[in-house]
Nanobody
């Protein structure tokens, strides 16, 4: 059974950077598509980025394109989300998730496509 644990969140000022990590265990992590989502207080969970099992295909939400980068190291069973040029509106709990499939579907942006979730890590950006 796959388990995911996020880390790397924190409190930073606008314009700063953070790198989030999502460590997987308990399954063939390297064969699964992965996604990052975030949820701000009082708002619905929203898609941030997704990556195929090989890392060759990536998708981003328009709001983070050019500022965030998703990557993975399958040898370490870890997916990363590099957050650059952070803005106060990026403040949220960030979650990683896996779809337990070897591909990303056309609905890669939907939380319903993902089967296993981590507990989340808080990112707070002050102005």
């Amino acid at each position: 059974q796959v388990q995911l644990v996020e880390s790397g969140g924190g409190l930073v000022q606008a314009g700063a950077s953070l790198r989030l990590s999502c460590a997987g265990s308990g399954g063939t992590f390297s064969k699964y598509g992965m996604g990052w989502f975030r949820q701000a207080p009082g708002k619905e969970r929203e898609f941030v980025a997704a990556i195929s099992w090989s890392g060759s295909i990536t998708y981003y939400a328009d709001s983070v394109k050019g500022r965030f980068t998703i990557s993975r190291d399958n040898a370490k069973n870890t997916v990363y989300l590099q957050l650059d040029s952070l803005k106060p509106e990026d403040t949220a709990v960030y979650f990683c998730a896996t779809n337990l499939r070897t591909y990303l579907s056309r609905s890669y942006y939907s939380s319903a496509e993902y089967d296993v979730w981590g507990q989340g890590t808080q990112v707070t950006v002050s102005s």
